[in-house]
């Protein structure tokens, strides 16, 4: 498949992304000021002076300093990184599980910001923007244009609370350009996408362990226990990780008292153990968590500590591998360095940090190929694991430690196996972007119609023909043929969410999970031995 210039950052995008959240901030220990005792320090400070004041060309040293930062901590391990101011921020944001902006989901259509959908009961939103808008001007500064950087768009559209913004807005559906003013103030961003229940059984979706994903978990759980609800699925597919103390507090929701979640050590030896409390919401339930290739870091806390105290079901995929602890150290210009300081350990001991060369981590982040052509994303057998690794679960069960978490349950990849263009195309966000042209194109006759009808006429559709032609007028050549149906699905599914929101979406798509249906079955075949679970 030959990928064009105009997608290419699309899959970048998606990759940078996928390796944030690999690499989040594990642990939110306040930074403490680190002295270096070695005099060697002052070579650098003399060496970045004396460029500052006499080399015969004007430098920028602070670049120069942000790559010797860099080339050092690339000498270490994959998670000990440097982080750029403007990266820092956006990343802080995502963490604390808010922002201060207008409160919109957008795409840059062709050089034209365009409005996916308001954020519910957001600023813009109570300022009268609607999906399909396209915004032109902030306070009559440009927003359109090629030349214009995303990160001057985040600047111009965010800013402090309750400050004001003016945007001209060009409103398609009705022909016509207006202003209005928009009161900038919080909003959420929500890590956990939905609390539901699937035929009586409880599903939590949860995208990062953020400063308020246990709150958001309790809550979610909270309304799934005002029903008969008597299992728990609880989803960290794509989930890199984040705070590693919010995913001991929803452990902690699921185990009973002084059983052990998970423990640390430094390079010292140094040990410390975190044991759940007595205040478990949901303790005697079954319990099922959904991983895949990239569940990461504070995911495979969580369904280490599930599995290891055989507390519940781990179905999917072998996760990702991480298992280093990091500290931040931020610095006054608002970038920050992130120091792997220790390694976590599952309650059997495994540590389920996957190898990695020092130096090296291109290969380390850029795994899945591998576990692809290995045959591993389609067979369990297929997953190398040693023996030498071998660890007992509470109730003696073989676990293996070595590389990530492997399932109990394996389910395999979607896509048919030698189609792993397919599996990056599906993932790249394409998809959306077709979704979006495609609800643009006929949001003047669904004015008027009811969800319900809109919904009907969309799940009869094939798509698949319009999206080959789509693919191949931006250069990329490929047949969808043997993986139509499931192709369908994802442009369906993507359809909904931008319609009408995560809620609509996870109705159409939970059905025909895969993983989903693995756990139905497993609970079928569980119910009729009468045992429990695992």
Same mark, same amino acid.
């Given at each position: 498949?030959?990928?064009? &210039? ?49 080399? *015969?060309?004007? @430098? $920028? ?5 942000? &790559?010797?930062? +860099? ?6 391990? !994959?998670?000990?990184?440097?982080? !750029?101011?403007?990266? #820092? ?35 813009? $939103? ?39 913004? *003016? ?16 009161? =900038?103030?919080? *909003? ?12 009586? @059984? ?5 995208? =990062?362990?953020?400063?308020? +994903? ?11 226990? #005002? ?9 960290? %597919? ?38 759940? +409390? ?7 339930? &079954? ?13 495979? *806390?969580?369904?280490?500590?599930? #599995? ?13 591998? &991480? ?47 591998? %576990? ?12 190398? @694991? ?50 979006? =042209?495609?609800?643009?194109?006929? =949001? ?40 139509? $149906?499931?192709?369908? $699905? ?6 909904? %969410? ?32 009468? +045992?429990?679970? !695992?």
């Amino acid at each position: 498949m030959k990928f064009s &210039k105009v997608f290419m950052p699309i899959l970048i995008f998606t990759c940078i992304a996928l390796g944030v959240l690999i690499g989040g901030i594990i642990t939110n220990a306040s930074s403490k000021s680190l002295s270096l005792k070695n005099n060697q320090k002052t070579k650098l400070y003399k060496l970045i002076d004396f460029i500052d004041k006499e080399y *015969v060309d004007n @430098v $920028q040293t602070d670049s120069i300093v942000d &790559k010797t930062v +860099t080339n050092i901590l690339a000498e270490l391990d !994959p998670h000990s990184v440097y982080v !750029p101011a403007q990266e #820092q921020k956006a990343i802080a944001e995502s963490m604390r599980g808010n922002f201060v902006g207008i409160g919109i989901n957008f795409y840059r259509l062709n050089d034209t910001i365009a409005v996916i959908k308001p954020i519910p009961n957001g600023p813009a $939103q109570k300022a009268g923007i609607q999906a399909g808008d396209r915004l032109l001007y902030a306070n009559n500064k440009p927003l359109f244009g090629k030349k214009i950087a995303d990160d001057k768009v985040f600047s111009m559209l965010k800013g402090e609370a309750n400050s004001e913004v *003016v945007l001209t807005v060009y409103r398609k559906s009705e022909n016509k350009t207006f202003k209005t003013k928009i009161i =900038r103030n919080i *909003v959420p961003i929500n890590s956990v996408d939905i609390a539901t229940t699937i035929d009586n @059984v409880g599903y939590i979706k949860i995208n =990062r362990f953020a400063e308020t +994903t246990a709150t958001e978990f309790k809550k979610g759980l909270n309304q799934l226990l #005002q029903q008969p609800i008597s299992c728990l699925l609880i989803d960290v %597919r794509n989930n890199g990780g984040g705070y590693l103390e919010k995913a001991i507090e929803i452990a902690d929701e699921l185990l009973k008292s002084k059983e052990l979640i998970v423990f640390t050590k430094n390079k010292k030896g140094t040990i410390n153990k975190t044991y759940a +409390t007595d205040k478990g919401g949901f303790e005697n339930g &079954k319990v099922y968590i959904l991983i895949d290739e990239n569940s990461a870091s504070a995911s495979e *806390v969580l369904a280490g500590a599930i #599995q290891d105290n055989d507390r519940g079901i781990v179905v999917g995929r072998r996760s990702f591998g &991480k298992g280093l602890v990091q500290r931040e150290m931020d610095f006054e210009d608002g970038s920050a360095v992130r120091l792997t300081i220790a390694r976590y350990y599952t309650p059997s001991g495994r540590s389920i940090q996957k190898p990695y060369t020092k130096g090296k981590s291109d290969a380390y982040f850029n795994e899945f190929e591998t %576990r692809f052509n290995s045959g591993e994303l389609y067979e369990k057998d297929k997953i190398k @694991v040693a023996d030498s690794l071998k660890f007992k679960t509470k109730n003696g069960r073989v676990v293996y430690g070595g590389g990530g978490i492997v399932p109990d349950i394996f389910v395999p990849l979607e896509t048919s196996h030698a189609k792993e263009n397919l599996y990056y195309l599906l993932q790249s966000g394409i998809t959306g972007q077709f979704a979006f =042209r495609y609800i643009d194109n006929h =949001r003047k006759q669904w004015k008027k119609s009811i969800a319900k009808d809109v919904l009907n006429k969309i799940e009869k559709e094939n798509f698949v023909p319009d999206f080959e032609k789509f693919l191949s007028k931006n250069g990329l050549d490929i047949s969808l043929k043997n993986n139509s $149906q499931l192709v369908n $699905q994802y442009i369906i599914a993507e359809i909904v %969410r931008q319609l009408y929101g995560e809620p609509y979406y996870y109705k159409l798509t939970l059905k025909n999970d895969a993983m989903i249906q693995a756990v139905f079955k497993h609970l079928k075949f569980v119910s009729a031995k009468n +045992t429990s679970i !695992p």
